[in-house]
DNA sequence: AACTAATTTTAGTCATACCAAACTGGATAT
DNA sequence: ATATCCAGTTTGGTATGACTAAAATTAGTT
């Protein structure tokens, strides 16, 4: 099951670049490399530990793919200590291409719809005071957007938002940023309307409502539709695109 | 937000081994190069291409980084279709030692107790009888194991996988995969005993039962008190450790 | 047909060289 | 004193050639 993992773990790097790449990666994690600090020159690497520059080359090259650096060409790679952030970004470009095979999209919906079901069902049953002022603060701004497509779609996404983060969860706003990333090149092929904008949001105070009066069942059926209508929205997009 | 996203998407390579990069992952992608096949030796990509041996070996390495191609040392790089397992594993060794820091396991632990709740409640809503056959046939294959350790931990393993998989979204066992890669390393330090085992199969069995039973609440709170059970023994370890 | 030895091919590594872009420090202008 | 500009230096990206050890292939043998 887990080959490649074991594979990647337990066997002795014979690469002299992978060797170095650990060492790298090692420093970098443990702080001796602070984040936003530069490389060292790769000649002066070099020397430093006596391997051929295409051995440096490969394991900055390295460090790059699993965005432990940031390597702009010609510039020296910046040190990024990684977080869910970084990890979720450098499959990015992979995961995207997968969601547009078969009901990539459609998939990737349905576990949010399992995520914001559970966050709402949770936040029902213990959401503390504060964070319910933050949520009703960003239905507000909601509200007040209405109008405005792009400030909507922002305050849209800033409600939600609240919600990953009421889980006190850290995962979770990583979590829902993936979604946002991924989900958004099917929402902004869509014609923003004020008439959609005024039902989106009174999706999202009814979810308020729901958590408001500690009804986990209400809150989940509210969730639900709410991301029902959202799934026929993208949903007319891309079946128009057929 | 997502600069980093946006940055690696619209700027232009200025490095030829990211244009060719990008020129094998299209071919990957699209199925030119199938998966299995070898890539070309080298030397043959150098002249396919007129760039230097560099830029290949660079850009087969990122290949590599980003779980494109499989490649042992001294072999030819074997190409891999990604799916969504690779790409969890492309990031498995940053996250594993994200996980290292702070709660990151317990919340990796609070995720995993999100997805299997809103699986039980989901299953006692609207599973089909041959999902509960597959289910009772795995809870009878856990009991059959209770004093088997290794076998124990894989009808385990194997009770959930057919949760996440009655689900009907291909992304969940990528999930449960994942899961148990991230956490495994935690399991396999605790000792098994038949008393733990028969405790952690008459939690199976509780929801199971719940999901027969086809009750939501029932089910949630058979599943939260068997990864509440789960965690102490986790937990356990962790503090012991310190 | 199966096994073994010799040969060829190839990935990993090193060294060197060159170019163009980035960087540095000092001179000049404001 | 600060900003601007220019020349020299450093550095990343690329190309080339060479060498080694391991893998792949072929030839030869049983």
Chains 1, 2 share one sequence.
């Not at 099951?1 to 170095?20: C, F, H, P, T, V």
């Not at 530069?38 to 430093?48: K, Q, S």
Request: glycine content about 4%.
């Amino acid at each position: 099951m887990s080959d490649i993992l074991i594979k990647g773990d337990n066997s002795q790097s014979y690469r002299a670049a992978d060797e170095l790449f650990l060492e790298f990666e090692r420093m970098i994690v443990s702080g001796e490399l602070c984040d936003g600090e530069a490389l060292p020159p790769e000649r002066e690497i070099v020397e430093t530990f006596g391997v051929s520059r295409t051995v440096v080359r490969e394991a900055i090259l390295a460090l790059s793919n699993k965005g432990l650096v940031e390597a702009k060409p010609r510039f020296r790679p910046v040190v990024r200590k990684p977080n869910f952030d970084t990890a979720i970004d450098t499959v990015g470009n992979v995961v995207s291409r997968l969601l547009e095979e078969g009901d990539g999209v459609k998939n990737l919906f349905d576990t949010r719809i399992m995520v914001e079901v559970y966050l709402a069902r949770q936040a029902a049953v213990d959401a503390k005071r504060d964070d319910m002022q933050s949520l009703k603060d960003a239905l507000e701004e909601n509200e007040a957007a209405i109008n405005n497509m792009d400030l909507f779609f922002q305050t849209d996404v800033k409600f939600h938002r609240v919600l990953y983060a009421m889980s006190g969860n850290p995962l979770l706003p990583s979590i829902h940023r993936a979604y946002i990333t991924w989900l958004k090149p099917n929402w902004v092929k869509m014609p923003t309307l004020p008439a959609r904008n005024q039902l989106n949001f009174e999706s999202h105070t009814a979810i308020y409502n729901a958590i408001l009066m500690r009804d986990p069942d209400k809150a989940e059926a509210a969730t639900r539709k709410h991301l029902a209508d959202a799934w026929d929205q993208i949903n007319n997009i891309l079946s128009a695109a057929k």
